[in-house]
């Protein structure tokens, strides 16, 4: 393996935290990152990120907000 460099290890970090990249692209990221703190935060930062994401993505809203958003939508909604 080669290191990828901060460029390449930056650009393709979305995908690196999304397991979506090929098995040699994400052990080149890996590697770098071992080697390289600012791209570690990087990491980390995204990581941070998408785990909150997830995370609010899983709240529900209470019901009866739920209700009232639902009662407006159809109130502006277009009769067929």
């Known amino acids: 393996m ?3 460099g901060c460029d390449k290890a930056k650009a393709e ?8 990249l090929t098995r040699g692209e ?3 990221i890996a590697e770098h990152m071992a080697n390289c703190e600012a791209c570690t935060g990087e990491h980390l930062v ?3 990120l998408t785990n909150k994401v997830k995370s609010a993505c899983n709240e529900k809203a ?3 907000l739920r209700a009232e ?12």
Do not use: F, M, S, W
């Open 46 to 48: 995204g990581l941070t």
């Open 62 to 64: 209470p019901v009866d």
């Open 26 to 28: 994400a052990e080149d």
């Open 13 to 20: 970090l979305e995908e690196y935290i999304h397991n979506e």
């Open 2 to 4: 080669t290191d990828c």
């Open 69 to 80: 958003v639902l009662a407006k939508l159809r109130e502006i909604q277009p009769t067929a």
